[in-house]
């Protein structure tokens, strides 16, 4: 039974309003989208992740869950998670302009009314 895998260099920020799981998730998914991390590689299980990184297993298992969604990793039976490879990152072709015309990200105020009802003001 081969019992290596890769590490990500994952340095956490526990004073960030970026929460644990959504650290490790990029930090991972950079490390894999540009090949420090091999495809078919396995990533440490949650549990040794979640003891190396001083945080709950339940944080890793969020960040491993969102990094199998954009199919950078699959669980193979017995083998843990896996990197499943490069994968192509989304671009702005052509889209750069339909993205500022729609004032993204958009700069609002929510308020509400006298009765309570949410008023969105564009701040634009």
């Given at each position: 039974m081969d019992t290596r895998f890769a590490l990500p260099?994952?340095?956490l920020d526990r004073g960030?309003?970026?929460p644990l799981h959504r650290q490790i998730y990029e930090q991972?998914?950079?490390a894999i989208r540009s090949g420090v991390i091999e495809h078919g590689t396995r990533l440490?299980?949650?549990?040794?992740?979640?003891?190396l990184l001083e945080v709950s297993r339940n944080t890793v298992l969020a960040a491993y869950d969102n990094l199998a969604a954009d199919g950078l990793l699959r669980g193979q039976q017995g083998s843990g998670m896996r990197v499943n490879g490069k994968t192509r990152e989304l671009t702005?072709?052509?889209l750069r302009g339909v993205i500022q015309a729609a004032g993204y990200p958009a700069r609002t105020l929510a308020i509400e009314d006298p009765d309570k009802n949410p008023l969105y003001l564009n701040l634009r």
């Open positions: 260099m994952i340095a960030s309003r970026v991972a998914a950079y440490p299980s949650t549990r040794l992740m979640a003891k702005l072709f052509g």
